[in-house]
């Protein structure tokens, strides 16, 4: 069977169960993420405590997850996913447990994150360096392309569905509805025919702390990465996240969590819109799309500072969405181009420590300071600093 170009990933058996799982396991994750926002905010009505979440996920990323992108590439990355996927599963069930029992408190959220943040900072490297090895080089951007597509997916329907949950379900229903979702992950992992590889001896760095700075290194030297996740950082820390926008939804537009969940999935629709997009089409200029995106994006995020009207704050994400999701198409096809397979995990951890670690930080950061100035003001507040660092971006690369 031929497949559309944007397609050739799918020739792959291990691809496509790969990214049925991954879809499945997106699902759940956001569905859980967007009713913590929601119940944190409901619980303790303080946009500070609200951030903190976002500061007990970002410690463990930003401490470990160099570390998990060197174990990636030191050990079977499936065995370590498998452990991972079912670590996490039992976490999210024992805090859906809590509350079906009526006993959650608001601090029980705050180790729900901390160890999310752990067990992700060995998940996401070994899943980013796993899945590109299922396909050949020549599908490295339809693989890129179609993983983005189902993490967008389950950006689209899971806040929608966690929002619903906890409006009509009550609050323990979005946790039982992740700890199911990890079953498609590992049932998929299960099902993969996947060769009995070693890692190469010689490939492998003298010890840990070596692999761990390697990736670094590895990044600082070649310019074009860190153009992009030097921006993907300052947009982490500084652009949309679910604090921000659960504080303009029940303060500003004043909805409920189904209306939150509908903020949510108009930016996952946008990102989908624009990755599927990207499935047809092969990008060459990688830095220029990505600097492009981050002007559009900025305008984009001081409109939605500025709605005060729920349809248009949909239709401003939704555009957002679209722009972001190009974006992180555009720097993870980058990366994976760039780096030998030898170097994957300890280099995507980079990339994760970039992306991840820096997201969280700025739910603290959006948190704290919409506490000090508001919501919109601290939309605004950002928008302009990303702003700033993109004109330098492009001054750089002009230079």
């Known amino acids: 069977m031929k497949f559309p170009r944007g397609l050739t990933a799918l020739r792959e058996r291990n691809y496509v169960l790969y990214f049925a799982g991954q879809f499945t396991s997106q699902l759940g994750t956001w569905a859980e ?49 498998l452990l991972t996927e079912s670590a996490m599963l039992l976490v999210s069930l024992a805090v859906g447990l809590l509350a079906l029992a009526g006993e959650l408190q608001y601090w029980h959220l705050y180790v729900l994150s901390f160890a999310s943040g752990t067990l992700s900072a060995f998940s996401v490297p070994a899943r980013q360096a796993l899945f590109v090895g299922l396909v050949p080089r020549s599908a490295m951007q339809s693989a890129v392309s179609l993983n983005a597509v189902a993490v967008r997916s389950g950006a689209l329907i899971g806040p929608s569905l966690g929002g619903l949950a906890v409006a009509y379900g009550g609050y323990a229903l979005p946790f039982i509805i992740n700890a199911a979702s990890f079953l498609g992950m590992l049932l998929a992992l ?28 590895f990044v600082w030297e070649n310019p074009l990465l860190k153009v992009a996740l030097g921006l993907e950082v300052v947009s982490g820390l500084f652009g949309h996240n679910v604090t921000l926008i659960t504080i303009i939804a029940r303060d500003v537009i004043g909805t409920g969590p189904e209306g939150l969940g509908l903020l949510m999935s108009a930016l996952g629709a946008g990102g989908l819109l624009a990755m599927s997009i990207m499935v047809a089409f092969e990008v060459k200029k990688h830095v220029h799309v990505i600097l492009a995106a981050g002007t ?63 997201a969280p930080l700025g739910r603290l950061q959006g948190g704290l300071l919409a506490g000090l100035v508001g919501g919109p003001a601290a939309v605004l507040l950002g928008a302009a600093v990303i702003g700033a660092a993109v004109v330098r971006s492009w001054r750089l690369r002009l230079s």
Request: no cysteine; proline share 6%; aromatic share 6%.
């Open 190 to 217: 299960l099902a993969m025919r996947l060769p009995r590889a070693r890692p190469d001896a010689a490939a492998l760095p003298r010890g840990l702390w070596h692999g761990m700075t390697h990736g670094l290194a």
């Open 296 to 358: 559009v994006y900025t305008l984009l995020l001081a409109a939605f500072a500025l709605s005060p009207w729920l349809a248009l704050s949909v239709s401003l994400l939704f555009a957002l969405g679209a722009v972001d999701g190009a974006w992180a198409v555009t720097r993870n096809t980058l990366a994976q181009l760039l780096v030998p397979d030898e170097l994957r995990g300890r280099v995507m951890s980079v990339v994760v420590l970039a992306t991840r670690g820096s």
């Open 33 to 81: 993420q967007t009713a913590v926002a929601w119940i944190l905010y409901e619980l303790t009505n303080s946009p500070l405590l609200l951030g903190l979440s976002g500061l007990a996920r970002a410690v463990p990323m930003i401490a470990l997850t160099l570390f998990g992108g060197a174990v990636a590439d030191r050990v079977p990355r499936r065995a370590l996913l």
